[in-house]
């Protein structure tokens, strides 16, 4: 990224001060390298954003941040309906809900090890992955509607999993005001066989260890012990969530004009809170979060099934789940004034400091868990939110990697089979039916983590509390 | 197969098609779009699915067709690698050619969750043929 007219602010914060159409400042959260990495698209992007009505306090970019569509990925934003503000379709994305679902197995590593050829066979037997794989639910209509306004609690009430699990899920599993109504039937008819399936892509289900505590009040806290092993479920609201983003990136394209909002590009599209069609997008927004949700509650169930086939008596606890591509209403103090916002999530997790009552009960005094998924076959982190975090990015951080190569160029680069054999003589299990998947997903067309969330932690938006290794990975 | 090819675009793939006529950049562009998912020549032709989408504006009609494939290669399970194209003002046909996914022989890399207005362009170029390109989220 070219830094000219880039302020340096601290180490790692910068901003790019309101010119031209920007009602608001930019803000970047990086090192010099990683923005350096970046590409000018984010800038563009992030400019963009920062120039769309309604818009309050500034445009934030995590340190993760890359190229998206519209708003870039690891983009947030908060917009009042009260002042013209604006939702986007584009600003969450179409994989609605994605997320990380961490659970805590009590395993010791070398237990795992013990079964791992095993286990990895079982996995990925019983987790629907890739291209064209279905989940066991056949949905009706009275089904799918069930499941768009009810979410995790939906799946459990199914029998897919326990009400425990409830109390570790972001908004208890259920997300209020979502209008099934508003989720059109080419949305319902992609998901009719695809509850409980994890996807393709950068989406995984992934059975990691311990590697490092690096903050042990926390990590014993959220019950992180160095050597044990966990699990985590990387997935979203799959085809119905595509469908939303699809439906609505179109209409709120042709509407535009009529609601007399000047877009830079059109592929900011977007409409005001207060109209109908923000309306029914955020309706049809919350039913695929809480189809998300529910999808990943079902893998919860399906994964506790596998390791009790081998490990009779794993208990596989949740530890968090949490999203990170949203629309969320949350309130904010900002210059003193607590107001309620639209924040928009694209690429960026939720990270609430200690005490915040968002948070588990029983999380609470440590701060949210921040759930942070590496490349497939490289370390993953789970961070706390902050104290503060509020004041820096509206309590947001990083989310993954974020790539740094082509898939095109990966598949030059690399070859499937030969990554899963060198990976197995790591000690890591790549599970996938496609091979090119596998080398599109070439851990070396990742930017390193450990660099992401580096930055997160000195830019004041998270914590580092623990770092995990893979031992397996099912990819789709 | 047509004249396609991808573009880079960060974390997701841009498709591009070109062609004498704005059909055969359309077809061109689906060939493209397939080929995220997997190599089109080992996709046959075996059966086909009738398309129709209207859209008042010729780029927004791009992404509707696009879009219109990859609601079929998910619902259906298929992919497809012909495509026969027919556009009159803002309304589309086409008939799309291609077969169910089989996981061993066409080896899907990943699955497209649709195509955005990133990159969307419909025009047509100095040496007198047509270009129709967007993003595709994957």
Known sequence: MNLLGVRRESECRWVIEPTGAMRVPAILYADEPLLRAMDDKVREQLCNVASLPGIVGAAHAMPDAHWGYGFPIGGVAAFDADRGGIVSAGGVGFDISCGVRCLLTGCRREEIVAVQPALAHELARAIPAGVGSTGRLRLTSSDMDAMLTGGARWAVACGYGDVADLDRVEEHGCIAHAKPGSVSPRARERQRDEMGTLGSGNHYLEVQWIAEVHDATIAAGYGLRQGEVVVSIHCGSRGLGHQIGTDFLRDMALQAPSFGIHLPDRELACAPINSDLGQRYLGAMRAAMNCALANRQILTHLCRESFRSMLPGAELEVLYDVSHNICKVEEHRVQGELRSLHVHRKGATRAFGPGHPGVPESLREFGQPVLIGGSMGTESYVLAGVAGGEDVALSSACHGAGRSMSRHEATHRWHGRQLVHELAERGVLIRSPSMRGVAEEAPGAYKPVRNVVDAAERAGLARKVARLEPLICVKG | ?138
Do not use: Y
């Open chain 2, 1 to 138: 197969m047509g004249d396609w090819q991808h573009f880079g675009h960060g974390a997701d793939i841009g498709v591009r098609g070109r062609g004498s006529t704005l059909a055969e950049a359309f077809a061109a562009a689906a060939v493209g779009l397939t080929a995220v998912v997997t190599d089109p020549a080992q996709v046959n032709p075996l059966e086909s699915v009738h398309v129709e989408c209207t859209v008042p504006d010729r780029e927004l009609l791009l992404h509707e067709w696009l879009n219109s494939l990859v609601f079929l290669m998910a619902t259906r399970r298929m992919l497809f690698s012909r495509f026969d194209v027919r556009v009159a003002g803002d309304r589309l046909e086409a008939d799309a050619w291609g077969e169910p996914i089989d996981v061993a022989r066409h080896a899907p890399a990943v699955e497209v969750k649709g195509a955005t207005l990133t990159e969307l362009a419909v025009r047509k170029e100095p040496d007198g043929r047509w270009l129709a390109q967007c993003v595709v989220d994957v």
